[in-house]
């Protein structure tokens, strides 16, 4: 049997709740973690760029036994028309000499060895476990949870939702409502396992170096999709986002569009004889901090993806889910230290602790930037880009007044 109460209860075992379970039981705090999966992060198989700074506040020694794949030291950006590719190449060679600030992870083996640590530190945490409904009192004042482990309830001061951008639990209990199509960005991704050797030769790289690189152009018809590949030791992940209003909009599906991508004559040489091991498809928020919902009430908070404070461009959903994790335990823990109850008034605290950790953010509007002609922003430009380079480039008999109209090829 579960003990009959916790200081708080976490609901999911993702980043962000991970984050929360770690930051209040190091704190003393008596902690009750669930979740659905065999294990943290069986259900997710996507790879992912970690933040280091963003880690070593919760674990600053993570780097002696975390499963890291690759340090990043070169950030590439490629757009893309149909037959060639433009392109900026930034490396941050500091990091080749110190701790570096960004790692490739695949989620499955890193999520497992974060839950360890939430273990260590003293929680509880019970996987297989499925939270079946927020328990609440008269009041309204949610006060535990029911699962399919056992009968009744298992009561907490204060549960924390770390669920996942489409979680239903706050929505049945009507605590939150579910996010808006242009809100929320659904990713498709393959990994593609090569030897270690061909990797590195294919994306010139040397050593545990690695390379993120992101697409934008005609891969895009017309909607905001965005291409991106990590370089991990024996894979490449190779992926699209794009928002799920664009999707309705146009009546595309992801699979086309992660397919345009693969077959550009840019992409093929990279996973050329790849075998792939896991395809995923996985919805991220992606309204930015002005969507950001109620994130608190009574016995109760909202973090990491459910959240939704993460941006569009950013690849920041994990580090911002780690963030938001972390504060509102934190919150947490100064509430149960002044002797408060978990009231909605109390719980202001944890968001007016974000606002302030996010305070860059609320000046960011790349959503509506992207969205309002992304027509324009991510294709129209490159192709006039690209089609300018071509005619100063190639060296070509027919009249000038004429080589602006020359068609474009097409070979894939």
Same mark, same amino acid.
């Given at each position: 049997?579960?003990?009959?109460?916790?200081?708080?209860?976490?609901?999911?075992?993702?980043?962000?709740?991970?984050?929360?379970?770690?930051?209040?039981?190091?704190?003393?705090?008596?902690?009750?973690?669930?979740?659905?999966?065999?294990?943290?992060?069986?259900?997710?198989?996507?790879?992912?760029?970690?933040?280091?700074?963003?880690?070593?506040?919760?674990?600053?020694?993570?780097?002696?036994?975390?499963?890291?794949?690759?340090?990043?030291?070169?950030?590439?950006?490629?757009?893309?028309?149909?037959?060639?590719?433009?392109?900026?190449?930034?490396?941050?060679?500091?990091?080749?000499?110190?701790?570096?600030?960004?790692?490739?992870?695949?989620?499955?083996?890193?999520?497992?060895?974060?839950?360890?640590?939430?273990?260590?530190?003293?929680?509880?945490?019970?996987?297989?476990?499925?939270?079946?409904?927020?328990?609440?009192?008269?009041?309204?004042?949610?006060?535990?949870?029911?699962?399919?482990?056992?009968?009744?309830?298992?009561?907490?001061?204060?549960?924390?939702?770390?669920?996942?951008?489409?979680?239903?639990?706050?929505?049945?209990?009507?605590?939150?409502?579910?996010?808006?199509?242009?809100?929320?960005?659904?990713?498709?991704?393959?990994?593609?396992?090569?030897?270690?050797?061909?990797?590195?030769?294919?994306?010139?790289?040397?050593?545990?170096?690695?390379?993120?690189?992101?697409?934008?152009?005609?891969?895009?018809?017309?909607?905001?999709?965005?291409?991106?590949?990590?370089?991990?030791?024996? !894979?490449? +992940? &190779?992926?699209?986002?794009? =928002?799920?209003?664009? %999707?309705?909009?146009?009546?595309?599906?992801?699979?086309?569009? *992660?397919?345009?991508?693969?077959?550009?004559?840019?992409?093929?040489?990279?996973?050329?004889?790849?075998?792939?091991?896991?395809?995923?498809?996985?919805?991220?928020?992606?309204?930015?901090?002005?969507?950001?919902?109620?994130?608190?009430?009574?016995?109760?908070?909202?973090?990491?993806?459910?959240?939704?404070?993460?941006?569009?461009?950013?690849?920041?959903?994990?580090?911002?889910?780690?963030?938001?994790?972390?504060?509102?335990?934190?919150?947490?823990?100064?509430?149960?230290?002044?002797?408060?109850?978990?009231?909605?008034? !109390?719980? +202001? &605290?944890?968001?007016?602790? =974000?606002?302030?950790? %996010?305070?860059?953010?609320?000046?960011?509007?790349?959503?509506? *930037?992207?969205?309002?002609?992304?027509?324009?922003?991510?294709?129209?430009?490159?192709?006039?880009?690209?089609?300018?380079?071509?005619?100063?480039?190639?060296?070509?008999?027919?009249?000038?007044?004429?080589?602006?109209?020359?068609?474009?090829?097409?070979?894939?």
């Amino acid at each position: 049997m579960i003990d009959d109460r916790f200081d708080a209860i976490v609901v999911g075992a993702g980043m962000a709740g991970n984050a929360a379970a770690l930051t209040m039981a190091k704190r003393g705090l008596k902690v009750l973690q669930l979740e659905r999966g065999e294990y943290s992060g069986s259900k997710n198989v996507q790879s992912e760029i970690l933040n280091a700074d963003m880690l070593a506040e919760l674990i600053p020694d993570f780097r002696k036994d975390a499963p890291l794949e690759r340090h990043v030291t070169e950030q590439r950006f490629w757009m893309l028309d149909d037959c060639s590719r433009m392109g900026l190449r930034y490396r941050f060679d500091d990091f080749s000499y110190g701790p570096s600030n960004r790692y490739t992870i695949i989620r499955a083996p890193f999520d497992k060895w974060f839950s360890s640590k939430v273990r260590e530190a003293g929680a509880t945490v019970l996987c297989q476990t499925n939270v079946t409904e927020l328990s609440q009192n008269r009041r309204g004042r949610v006060i535990g949870v029911r699962t399919d482990r056992q009968v009744g309830i298992i009561y907490a001061d204060v549960v924390v939702l770390a669920e996942g951008v489409n979680g239903l639990l706050g929505t049945r209990a009507g605590l939150r409502e579910r996010p808006k199509p242009d809100q929320v960005a659904l990713t498709v991704k393959e990994m593609h396992c090569l030897p270690r050797e061909a990797i590195e030769a294919r994306l010139n790289l040397k050593g545990d170096k690695g390379v993120v690189i992101e697409a934008v152009g005609n891969i895009s018809r017309g909607m905001t999709v965005v291409g991106f590949i990590y370089a991990n030791r024996e !894979s490449i +992940s &190779l992926g699209i986002g794009c =928002l799920v209003s664009e %999707f309705q909009r146009t009546g595309e599906t992801a699979y086309e569009l *992660l397919d345009r991508f693969k077959r550009h004559p840019s992409i093929v040489p990279l996973i050329d004889g790849s075998n792939i091991r896991e395809y995923s498809a996985h919805l991220i928020s992606k309204g930015g901090y002005n969507t950001i919902p109620r994130l608190y009430g009574k016995g109760w908070v909202v973090v990491g993806d459910a959240a939704q404070p993460n941006d569009t461009i950013d690849h920041q959903g994990g580090n911002v889910s780690m963030i938001s994790g972390r504060i509102a335990a934190e919150a947490i823990f100064r509430v149960k230290s002044r002797g408060d109850l978990m009231r909605w008034d !109390s719980l +202001s &605290l944890y968001k007016k602790m =974000l606002d302030g950790s %996010f305070k860059h953010a609320k000046r960011r509007d790349v959503l509506s *930037l992207l969205h309002t002609q992304p027509q324009n922003f991510l294709l129209t430009r490159q192709q006039l880009v690209s089609k300018a380079i071509q005619n100063f480039s190639r060296v070509n008999s027919a009249p000038e007044a004429e080589r602006s109209d020359l068609p474009a090829r097409r070979p894939w």
